[in-house]
């Protein structure tokens, strides 16, 4: 399973573009790149997953460059309630054996 | 979405008792689920990959003797702590992905249960 690295941790401001950048330099060619927020004493909840490119949905962007060894999660215009750990995972979907380990993860903090 | 809940939310318990916690899927089968731990300002570390109707298989260095997994139907999976001792205490999460093993495959992800905190005395 590829190895993730992620800052540990951000402070942004409410209304503010947070964008947090993960690397995967060894992911393989069948692995997704996966993101989940986590609050604390909850469970991860899903965010956004894609394989390349861009991928958006009504709370979160994902940009994939070409060579995949990287993605950055975008959270437009955060707010309090954003603050969170977030976490990378890169590997395979769940019908080709999707086995998840998390990595440290980056704690985001919102200030207002 | 899916949604997989837990039981206990949180539990204490005296040093060298048994705890068990429940992990259901409510709306959907899953043949697999996973049970990690998480210490406190730490990550999520997987425990074990849990099977219905077979062995459970369990990550290095994660004692099966002592984290007994049973995953009697397609909608229930027990994580049983033995011999519960202070270091056991941790917050514990179970995850089952959507769909059985086999159906077309799916970029759906894995859905978690809201955790359960184990204080162990």
């Known amino acids: 399973l590829a190895k993730t690295t992620q800052p540990i941790s951000m402070d942004s401001y409410e209304g503010q573009e947070v964008n947090i950048t993960c690397s995967h330099n060894?992911?393989?060619?069948?692995?997704?790149i996966t993101w989940y927020q986590q609050f604390p004493s909850q469970g991860p909840r899903f965010i956004i997953q894609g394989y390349k490119t861009k991928v958006t949905n009504e709370v979160a962007s994902l940009f994939i460059p070409a060579d995949r060894k990287s993605s950055t999660l975008s959270l437009p215009r955060v707010s309090l309630s954003d603050t969170a750990v977030y976490y990378c995972?890169?590997?395979?979907?769940?019908?080709?054996?999707?086995?998840?380990?998390f990595g440290q993860g980056t704690e985001l903090s919102v200030k207002p | 979405g899916a949604v997989v809940s837990q039981h206990p939310s949180w539990v204490i318990c005296k040093s060298g008792t048994s705890v068990k916690i429940e992990c259901r899927s409510l709306d959907f089968q899953a043949t697999t689920m996973f049970w990690y731990r998480q210490f406190p300002k730490q990550s999520l570390m997987l425990m074990a990959t849990?099977?219905?109707?077979?062995?459970?298989?369990?990550e290095q260095g994660v004692e099966k003797d002592k984290f007994l997994i049973n995953h009697a139907s397609l909608t229930l999976s027990t994580l049983t702590v033995t011999s519960a001792h202070p270091e056991d205490s941790s917050f514990y999460i179970c995850?089952?992905?959507?769909?059985?093993?086999?159906?077309?495959?799916?970029?759906?992800?894995?859905?978690f249960g809201p955790g359960t905190r184990l204080t162990v005395l």
């Open positions: 849990s099977n219905e109707g077979s062995k459970a298989t369990y």
């Open positions: 995972l890169v590997g395979p979907i769940y019908n080709q054996g999707g086995k998840l380990i």
């Open positions: 060894n992911i393989a060619t069948n692995d997704y």
């Open positions: 995850s089952a992905p959507p769909g059985l093993a086999g159906a077309t495959p799916s970029t759906d992800t894995q859905y």
